[in-house]
């Protein structure tokens, strides 16, 4: 009988990984108004379990509406699953002169993994909190950076579940194309400190995001 942890490095192979991109600033979108990106991203993940690496690819559709001067929600859709995210901007640089402005970025997410040879029926649940430390360098050029941490749930319909607690870290760049649309590449990556969710050993990624303000 296979060992649990092996479905959860099939899982893994099979795409049931959590999206770890951030693709903002500490700015959120204007209150009343919308932003929809796209973007995609590869990368790499390590799984010492069983001892190999692997590619990673992921696409991704998101939408983000201002609640508030300081808050936004959003929605996002990638080729593993989906996920609800925020941004709560904690202090604003104000225009500033080589001010910082920090923010929170909570998500949740889900993927649904079909039955296989590589895993049953499952489901994978993340949290994931993002702090967002922003500086603008231009007119043009917003920088972003900060840690991140998660924490997995895989939940097979064979029975018994496994966890996981991630670290990581993300930096990416906003460069204004015009008035509306944004460019955004960032890298990013993690590394699981406890537990085996979504893998036992970690990932990183490179991506490139299009937003535009609607």
């Known amino acids: 009988m296979r060992s649990l942890a092996s479905f959860i490095a099939g899982a893994a192979l099979l795409g049931a990984c959590p999206s770890t991109s951030v693709y903002r600033s500490a700015t959120p979108v204007s209150e009343g108004h919308w932003r929809a990106s796209a973007a995609s991203s590869l ?34 859709l990638h080729s593993s699953g989906v996920e609800l995210n925020g941004t709560w901007r904690l202090r604003d640089a104000g225009g500033e002169e080589g001010g910082w402005s920090f923010a929170l970025a909570p998500a949740l997410g889900g993927v649904r993994v079909q039955e296989s040879a590589l895993s049953p029926d499952a489901i994978d649940l993340f949290a994931q909190l993002h702090g967002v430390a922003s500086k603008e360098l ?3 050029w917003t920088l972003s950076m900060g840690p991140s941490t998660g924490l ?27 008035s509306r649309w944004h460019m955004i590449p960032e890298f990013g990556f993690y590394r699981v400190v406890a537990g085996q969710v979504p893998v036992r050993g970690g990932a990183m990624r490179m991506g490139l995001a299009f937003s535009r303000e609607l």
């Open 138 to 140: 231009s007119k043009r």
């Open 43 to 76: 990368g790499a993940m390590n799984d010492r379990e069983q001892g190999s690496a692997f590619p990673t690819a992921d696409l991704e559709l998101a939408v983000r509406r201002g609640m508030s001067a300081n808050s936004d929600l959003g929605a996002k």
């Open 152 to 178: 997995g749930v895989y939940w097979p319909v064979t029975g018994g579940s496994e966890r996981g607690l991630w670290l990581g870290a993300f930096i990416n760049g906003e460069f204004r194309l015009s």
